[in-house]
T-cell receptor
Framework: EAGVAQSPRYKIIEKRQSVAFWCNPI?????LYWYQQILGQGPKLLIQ????????DSQLPKDRFSAERLKGVDSTLKIQPAKLEDSAVYLC????????????FGAGTRLSVL | QQPVQSPQAVILREGEDAVINCSSS?????VHWYRQKHGEAPVFLMI?????EQKGHDKISASFNEKKQQSSLYLTASQLSYSGTYFC?????????FGTGTSLTVIP
């Protein structure tokens, strides 16, 4: 069974530029999560989708971050414009259902904002 | 709302035991435990649901006290492969939070 796919693996941009990350969850998984993990910290949930609806986006900086999950499968996370403090690893995870579901993580995208 | 873990870091010799604690200020529906090795994504270890159950996974087990809003992860007879950062994840309603993390290093 294929795992969670993310691309790109690495991205270097300058501040004020825009960037987009892509995630393809495990087939059949209804719930998709985007996390931001700053070096030395635990993953912080940015947004959680159940199919193509948003369950929780309370920690998403909506003035610069946006995410969508069209057709309830793939998802994209965008940052526009990027700030230095956005440098982090962006992790995508999926689970069969929300709630007490095992989350399977992708390899992540390491973003460096210069 | 982020659960607090203790200790922040621990160094063990192979074969020693360790306990990692996770404490939340909110009522919990479930507690997850994940391990993350350097440069890799977190990997699921176990989930505990309401009911004070204890689960085991090889020589790693965990308990969940919902009244105290706490969970503990027990690692017995540690192996070199146990090294990594351990995160608890707590779920209350629709919100999920990872804990502050505990760095565990096992040395020969």
């Amino acid at each position: 069974e294929a795992g969670v796919a993310q691309s790109p693996r690495y991205k270097i941009i300058e501040k004020r530029q825009s960037v987009a990350f892509w995630c393809n969850p495990i087939s059949g998984h209804a719930t998709l999560y985007w996390y931001q993990q700053i070096l030395g910290q635990g993953p912080k949930l940015l947004i959680q989708f159940q199919n193509n609806g948003v369950v929780d986006d309370s920690q998403l900086p909506k003035d610069r971050f946006s995410a969508e999950r069209l057709k309830g499968v793939d998802s994209t996370l965008k940052i526009q414009p990027a700030k230095l403090e956005d440098s982090a690893v962006y992790l995508c995870a999926s689970s069969l259902n929300s709630g007490a579901g095992i989350q399977y993580f992708g390899a992540g995208t390491r973003l460096s904002v210069l | 709302q982020q659960p607090v873990q203790s200790p922040q870091a621990v160094i063990l010799r192979e074969g020693e035991d360790a306990v990692i604690n996770c404490s939340s200020s909110k009522a919990l529906y479930s507690v997850h435990w994940y391990r993350q090795k350097h440069g890799e994504a977190p990997v699921f270890l176990m989930i505990l649901l309401k009911g004070g159950e204890q689960k085991g996974h090889d020589k790693i087990s965990a308990s969940f006290n919902e009244k105290k809003q706490q969970s503990s992860l027990y690692l017995t007879a540690s192996q070199l492969s146990y090294s990594g950062t351990y995160f608890c994840g707590t779920e209350n309603g629709n919100q999920f939070y990872f804990g502050t993390g505990t760095s565990l290093t096992v040395i020969p």
